[in-house]
């Protein structure tokens, strides 16, 4: 969420207090990722304890704090992310009609701001790596969706292409976002049923399901000192085939991750050799993403709550997927590497 949200002070400090013991909290909002169901904050107490909160609407699921909290504490795998418990043991709170979760302030930057190192890209690969060998126990996996292969995205993508083409209004952001989009329809159209034919392919298949972030992008990747980095938004969990995750390694999500050196230097860490990547598989989730983007920069415009900066923001990267070198252009050479 990029746009502060309408929450007092007071009412920050008074959760934060009563859950966790933290007082005299200075609560500083960050504008932050693309996802307007959530907020995050920094949070300053007066012990010189520095944590980070992130707040939910809309549809929690104890998953997103459990699974994290089990990969890391249980399985000792330190990049994972976990949130801290509060003063009861829980490891969220419910208040103001939020779902709260308090977790350890990480000093760095994200990999969109800052080039993982070698040995970062090889801590990273190794951990990913260790949360895909992970076999978690039934009551938390049992809690987690499983890949399905949906055409939820791609039926929605399509509902949007049909309502374009009555010529639809807007305001001037509006106008720009289905400018664009004429310019780019034929393509938009063939990365929809790229989509829905790898799709079919993969239905036939047994699926080998293992616990996914599942939006392991850049911007999801915390780089600091000293070679340490951090694995966090856990919001999309999911068991799914692998590649759910390594279709983000050498992607381009965001103009990021996209040469080939970054890529092996993972894979090496990963442990997987290139014959064990199904590329088929890859290929699915690269165009997948794509749809599912699309549908929800389409949603956001056409928002009557979004703000003008959230609107503006989603309208640039829509506009970005389709430079040289990103997830569009990769997503091609993806699926001309199968055909």
Known sequence: ?????????????????????????RAEFLPLGADVNSAVFRIDANDGATCFLK????????????????????KGIEAVMAPLPTTGGQLSVQG???????YPFFEGSNGFERALTSRQWVALGAAVGAIHRTELPEALSAALPRERYDHHWREGVRRYQRRFINDVKGDDIAMRFLAF??????EIDNIVYRSEQLASILL???????????????????????????????????LAPKERDLMFIGGGVGH?????????????????????????????????????????FCDQMFDGTASTQDREEGLRQMQNQFLPDDV????HRSYDAIT
């Open 1 to 25: 969420m990029l746009t502060p949200l309408d929450l007092p002070h007071e009412a920050i400090a008074q959760c934060l207090a009563g859950a966790y013991k933290l007082h005299d909290i």
């Open 55 to 74: 707040l939910r609407r809309n549809g929690f699921d104890r998953s997103v704090v459990a699974v994290p909290a089990f990969l890391h504490h249980d």
């Open 96 to 102: 103001h009609g939020f779902d709260w979760a308090l």
């Open 181 to 186: 989009w004429e310019e780019h329809a034929e």
């Open 204 to 238: 036939e298949r047994p699926p080998q399901l293992v616990p996914c972030h599942s939006d392991l992008h850049a911007g999801n990747v915390l780089v600091g000192d000293d070679d340490r980095l951090a694995i966090v938004d856990w919001d999309t969990l999911i």
């Open 256 to 296: 990021a991750w996209n040469q080939p050196h970054e890529e092996a230097l993972f894979h090496e860490g990963y442990g997987a050799k290139k014959e064990d990547i199904d590329a088929v598989a890859l290929a699915y989730y690269r165009h997948e993403r794509i749809v599912k983007d699309l549908l929800e």
């Open 328 to 331: 569009v252009a990769i997503a």
